[in-house]
């Protein structure tokens, strides 16, 4: 669940990351090892806890084979 303090857009990504993440079947190690990223910033990414660059908004939706933009849809 996204942080409580976390923007309604970060609460979105953050949904939207955990979920993609889960249905493609990646663990939060395997994702970040394909994003490039550590395990950990993932976890805080899906908890709303970051505010997410742009470069790593590509990197997830790359990995998760979705257009950027489909990451903040809700």
Same mark, same amino acid.
């Given at each position: 669940m996204a942080? +409580?303090?976390?923007? $309604?857009?970060?609460?979105?990504?953050?949904?939207?990351?955990? @979920?993609?993440?889960? +249905?493609?079947?990646?663990? @939060?190690?395997?994702?970040?090892?394909?994003?490039?990223?550590?395990?950990?910033?993932?976890?805080?990414? $899906?908890?709303?806890?970051?505010?997410?660059?742009?470069?790593?908004?590509?990197?997830? +939706?790359?990995?998760?084979?979705? @257009?950027?933009? $489909?990451?903040?849809?809700?």
């Amino acid at each position: 669940m996204a942080e +409580a303090g976390a923007s $309604e857009l970060r609460r979105v990504l953050a949904a939207n990351v955990r @979920q993609l993440r889960k +249905a493609k079947g990646l663990s @939060q190690d395997a994702f970040a090892d394909e994003c490039g990223v550590h395990r950990t910033y993932v976890g805080g990414v $899906e908890r709303g806890e970051y505010n997410v660059s742009v470069d790593n908004i590509e990197k997830f +939706a790359k990995a998760l084979g979705v @257009q950027g933009f $489909e990451l903040l849809k809700p």
